[in-house]
């Protein structure tokens, strides 16, 4: 590896003293280092790149923050196929699962090719508006459908594969791949799922039905949800981080993308351990 970005939430001190840190040791190595002009400017004699333009760049990531952070970053790299080592400067991430003490040894590993990815599913979210595609957007954690803060329950007709499924009728609807599974549809009550599963899951925020519960389908399935008339504020979220008004008669159409995101393992936990850790299983 000849280039690795740097990406940190530029108003946390750690984070820039963290960066700082990995930088000189970087440059020790002679790797070029190519740092997000937003953390730059907290940072003395330091050349900043436009986030958009580092991933082409790089042969590798290095995201210091917490899990939102590393979703914006995965924005970012968009199609490409570069790998990303998530740190935790927090408590532990679901995405950002290696500590600031495994970092500079896991760089160690990764330098000499001893790594292992995760490779994760993203979804293709099209937003369709009388039959024109209005917008898109690709996915890693989850999409969600809810209504404004006074809005009433909305009429969400889902179908998969062209077969109905039914009308939620829900505060919302989260369309979650395995990745965010542990996201806003574990707080909804939907199931947590393994990350290399090739499933989906639909979770119906508080449903005005009790019998509504959450359905896991195959990522192969196409599953559109067309929002009823609707008079009140009806919001569409792509990752918890950008996305638009819908209009009732709007259809948001979900599928597996082409693309994955790529993150670099913890040579020290797993999935379940970190589960246990962040979930506290097995505390009283």
Known sequence: MKRIGIFAKRHQKDAIRLAEEVI????????????????????????????????????????????????????LIGDLRTPIIGVNLGSLGFLTEITTDE???????VLAGNFEVSERMRLLAIIRRKGEEVARYRVLNDVVINKGALARIIDMEASIDDDYLTTFKADGLIIATPTGSTAYNLA??????????????????????????????????????????????????????????LKGGDVVELRKSRHTTLLIKSPSKDFFEVLRTKLRWGQR
């Not at 002679?30 to 740092?35: A, F, G, K, W, Y």
């Not at 970092?103 to 590993?109: G, I, R, S, T, V």
């Open 24 to 75: 000189a040791w970087l440059s020790e190595r002679n790797i070029e280092v190519c740092v997000d002009e937003a953390l730059a400017e907290s940072m003395t004699g330091v050349r900043g790149y436009p986030g958009k333009s580092i991933p082409p760049l790089v042969d590798l990531i290095v995201v210091l923050g917490g899990d939102g952070t590393l979703i914006s970053v995965a924005r």
């Open 103 to 109: 970092l500079f040894p896991m760089l160690e590993q």
């Open 188 to 245: 909804a009550g939907g199931p947590i799922i393994y990350p290399g599963n090739h499933c989906l899951v639909i979770s119906p925020i508080c449903p005005h039905m009790l019998t509504n519960r959450p359905i896991i389908v195959s990522d192969g399935a196409v599953i559109r949800i067309e929002v009823k008339f609707q008079d009140d504020d009806v919001v569409f979220t792509a990752d918890g981080q950008e996305g638009m008004p």
